[in-house]
């Protein structure tokens, strides 16, 4: 007899908060994610855009502090003698399958859920000093090494650029770049094969730009533009990137 996940993260019924069921079969596997989160990994319903055994459709639990061994052994037990077909994992009436649980979220990503986002991160893309170019005055963007300490600089008040590719599955969220002033951020989506660039947000160095989000497509990125200070230091950044689904 085929049993089922019956989730439900809030009391809101619509496309994305309500109820939403997975067939037990395409449980493939879980692991701690935090000290009160354990990740539990399905295989997505089929869409044209799913590869099957690559794509994950994932359940986020929220559990008690460093109870992830007596939650999977209540659901090892639920999952193979439990009587019901239906196993709810329900937030709006804190039904769930162990005690230790105390709720749900969802979500999608695009390939194996332990390597994909940048370098294994699923939360942050770090922007390097390597990462930034000079613009077209001629003169390159160049480490500063004349003391102990190391920063990029560009020639007089010449902009630099940074390019950062959004990894497919993710939408970018917020720009932040570190620096010695607050001189000028524009954040722009651009495309590999366009020279149309749009902006997406505005801001300073040292101050988080919430920008707009911009989700991952088969052709675009982001292109932030640093104004500068004659003699300004710049030391790196981060993108916050959140998982969509497809």
Do not use: C
Not at 96 to 102: A, D, E, G, R, Y
Not at 105 to 127: C, E, M, Q, V
Not at 147 to 169: C, H, K, L, N
């Amino acid at each position: 007899m085929e049993k089922y996940i019956r989730l439900n993260r809030s009391s809101t019924d619509s496309t994305t908060e309500g109820y939403l069921m997975l067939p037990l079969s395409n449980f493939t596997g879980s692991h701690p994610s935090a000290d009160n989160r354990l990740l539990l990994y399905f295989l997505p319903m089929t869409e044209s855009t799913d590869t099957k055994g690559v794509d994950n459709f994932e359940v986020e639990l929220s559990i008690t502090n460093n109870k992830h061994k007596e939650v999977l052994q209540d659901l090892t037990e639920e999952f193979a003698t439990g009587e019901n077909i239906y196993i709810d994992f329900d937030a709006e009436t804190s039904t769930f399958p162990s005690s230790n649980i105390s709720g749900v979220d969802w979500t999608y990503s695009l390939g194996n859920a332990h390597d994909n986002g940048w370098h294994g991160s699923r939360s942050l893309i770090k922007i390097l000093p390597r990462d930034f170019i000079a613009d077209d005055v001629g003169r390159p963007v160049m480490i500063d090494d004349t003391g102990s300490d190391r920063w990029v600089e560009s020639f007089s008040t010449q902009p630099m650029y940074a390019s950062v590719p959004i990894p497919m599955g993710f939408k970018a969220t917020v720009v932040n770049i570190y620096g010695s002033a607050t001189s000028a951020v524009t954040v722009y989506e651009a495309d590999i094969n366009s020279k149309t660039v749009t902006s997406r947000g505005t801001g300073n160095i040292g101050t988080a730009i919430d920008i707009t989000d911009v989700t991952a497509d088969a052709t675009n990125y982001l292109l932030i533009e640093l104004a500068q200070a004659s003699g300004e230091e710049v030391y790196g950044g981060g993108v916050t990137i959140t998982a969509v689904y497809a």
